[in-house]
C-alpha cells in the first residue's frame, strides 16, 4: 500500500498524546463517518490500516486465518513483535530477548487452542464464582483503609489495588509482592510515557528482575503444585514437553499485563464515569440490581485496551478497501464502542444501556480470558463503592498515561466525602 494517498492528513493515530490528551473521540467520530477503513502512514513504519467501524472490527476478529495476531507476521501490536519486542524490554541493556514475548495472545489457531486451554481450568465459571466472597472481603478491607481520610489517588489506593491483589491471589504469590507486579507491569506498558518507564535500563532492569521472578516461581512450583495459574502453566505438556522458558515468561507477561493494567483502568475510568454523571450514578444507588449492565457499560466507555493489531495473511478487502498481504490491519476497540450504529448516543454513559455487545474484551479466538475475573471485580467494587462514598468527587483533571495501547489515568484525586 502507498501512503502518498494520505501524506496530508492532519493527524496521526499512531501518536500516543492523542490519548493522554484523551482527544481521540474528535479523530474517530470524523474517521467512522468519512473513511472508516482508513491508511494510516507511519514515520518509523510501513503504515497500518485502521478499522473504526464495529462490524470491520468483529470481521477481521472473527476470521483469524486472514487476519493473523501471530508473532511471525507482526504479532498483536502496532509495532513489529520481531524487531520491536526485544527493543520494547530494553533489549540494548539486556542482550537478546527475541523470543520472550510469544505468548498465546501472538498465535493463530491451531496453536492458540494449545496454548489458551493451558490456564483456561483457572477462569471456569465455577472457579470464578468461587473468587467472589473473597474480593468482597479485599474490597472491604481496601476502603476501610480510607475511613479517616476526606481524599486520595483514586487510582493508588483503590483501582490498582484490587486488580493486584486479586493477580497474587491467582498466581498464588505472596500478597506483599503484589507491589512487584504493579511495578513490572507499568513498565512493561509503558514504552511511550516517561514516567512509567524512564530509561531503557529501567525496563531491563525490571525484565530482568520479572524473569528471575517467573523463574523462580516455576522451581517452587515444580516442586510444591498447586491449582494456581503459574502451576498450571509449569505442568502443562505440548507433545510430552514442557512449555520453552521464553514462552513461560511470554505468558506471565501476558496475565500480569492483561490481569492488572486494564481492570486497573475500568475501575478508575468508571469511578470517574459516576462522578461526571450524578444522574447515572444515582440510578445505581436507587437499584443496585442495575450494577452488572453499568459494569458492561463502564467497559464500553473506557475501553481500556485501545486497539489490537492483526496482519493480512492473503490480498483481502474489508468495507470497500483493497488490503494487500502483509499489511497491517489495526483495530480500534475505542472506536467500534463508539459506533452510531451500534450503539444509539455512543457519547452518552448510560447504566441502563443494551444494545450490542460492547468490544473492550475483543471478541472472537483471542476473546478476552479473564473477562468474568474483571467483570466480577468490578461489580463488587461498585457494590461496595456506591453505598460508602456515593458522592465521591474528582477534585482536580485526572491525569492519562501516554500510550497508543493503554487508555488509562495514572492519577485521579478524589474528595470522598465532598458534602459532609
Ligand atoms: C476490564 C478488564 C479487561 C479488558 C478490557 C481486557 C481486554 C482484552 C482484550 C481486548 C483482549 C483481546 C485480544 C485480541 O483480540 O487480540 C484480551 C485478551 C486477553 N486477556 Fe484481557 N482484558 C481485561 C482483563 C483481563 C484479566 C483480569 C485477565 C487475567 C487475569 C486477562 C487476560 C487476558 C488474556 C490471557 C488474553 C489473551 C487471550 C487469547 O489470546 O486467547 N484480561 N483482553
Given at each position: 500500500m502507498s501512503t502518498t494517498d494520505y501524506a496530508d492528513v492532519p493527524f496521526d493515530l499512531k501518536d500516543p498524546s492523542l490519548y493522554e490528551a484523551d482527544r481521540q473521540d474528535e479523530f474517530f467520530t470524523h474517521l467512522r463517518e468519512e473513511c472508516p477503513v482508513f491508511w494510516n502512514p507511519e514515520v518509523d513504519g510501513p503504515g497500518f490500516w485502521s478499522l473504526t467501524k464495529y462490524d470491520h472490527v468483529v470481521a477481521a476478529s472473527k476470521n483469524p486465518k486472514i487476519f493473523s495476531s501471530a508473532r511471525d507476521w507482526?504479532?498483536?501490536?502496532?509495532?513489529?513483535e520481531k524487531e520491536a519486542g526485544g527493543a520494547a524490554l530494553g533489549e540494548a541493556a539486556?542482550?537478546?530477548?527475541?523470543?520472550?514475548?510469544?505468548s498465546m495472545i501472538s498465535m493463530d489457531p491451531p496453536e492458540h487452542n494449545i496454548y489458551r486451554g493451558m490456564v483456561t481450568p483457572g477462569f471456569t465459571p465455577p472457579r470464578i464464582k468461587a473468587l467472589e466472597d473473597g474480593i468482597r472481603a479485599r474490597v472491604r478491607d481496601i476502603l476501610g483503609k480510607l475511613d479517616d481520610q476526606d481524599h486520595c489517588d483514586f487510582v493508588i489506593s483503590v483501582a490498582a489495588e484490587l486488580p493486584i491483589q486479586v493477580l497474587a491471589e491467582l498466581f498464588g504469590i505472596?500478597?506483599?509482592?503484589?507491589h512487584k507486579l504493579f511495578e513490572w507491569s507499568n513498565a512493561l506498558i509503558g514504552e511511550d510515557d516517561p514516567e512509567l518507564r524512564p530509561s531503557d535500563m529501567f525496563i531491563a532492569a525490571s525484565f530482568a528482575e520479572m524473569s528471575d521472578y517467573a523463574m523462580h516461581l516455576w522451581q517452587n512450583r515444580l516442586e510444591t503444585p498447586g491449582d494456581d495459574l503459574i502451576s498450571m502453566l509449569v505442568h502443562a505438556r505440548i507433545d510430552g514437553k514442557p512449555l520453552s522458558p521464553e514462552r513461560y515468561i511470554g505468558t506471565f507477561i501476558l496475565l500480569i499485563v492483561g490481569g492488572n493494567e486494564t481492570t486497573r483502568q475500568s475501575i478508575a475510568g468508571g469511578a470517574l464515569a459516576l462522578s461526571q454523571f450524578p444522574e447515572q450514578r444515582q440510578k445505581l444507588l436507587d437499584d443496585p440490581s442495575l450494577i452488572p449492565n453499568a459494569v458492561n457499560e463502564i467497559i464500553r466507555w473506557v475501553s481500556p485496551v485501545l486497539h489490537m493489531r492483526r496482519t493480512a495473511t492473503e490480498d483481502t478487502e474489508l468495507g470497500g478497501q483493497k488490503i494487500s498481504k502483509g499489511d497491517k490491519v489495526v483495530m480500534w476497540y475505542v472506536s467500534a464502542n463508539r459506533d452510531e450504529d451500534k450503539f444509539p448516543d455512543p457519547f452518552k454513559f448510560d447504566v441502563t444501556r443494551k444494545d450490542a455487545m460492547q468490544l473492550g474484551f475483543g471478541?472472537?479466538?483471542?476473546?478476552?480470558?479473564?473477562s468474568r475475573v474483571a467483570e466480577l471485580q468490578l461489580r463488587v467494587l461498585f457494590e461496595e463503592l456506591l453505598p460508602r462514598y456515593p458522592n465521591l468527587q474528582t477534585t482536580a483533571p485526572v491525569r492519562r498515561i501516554r500510550s497508543n495501547f493503554i487508555r488509562g489515568i495514572k492519577e485521579m484525586q478524589v474528595n470522598l466525602n465532598p458534602w459532609e
Open positions: 507482526g504479532g498483536h501490536r502496532i509495532f513489529d539486556l542482550g537478546d530477548t527475541s523470543d520472550v514475548d510469544t505472596p500478597q506483599s509482592d503484589r471478541i472472537g479466538q483471542h476473546f478476552c480470558l479473564g
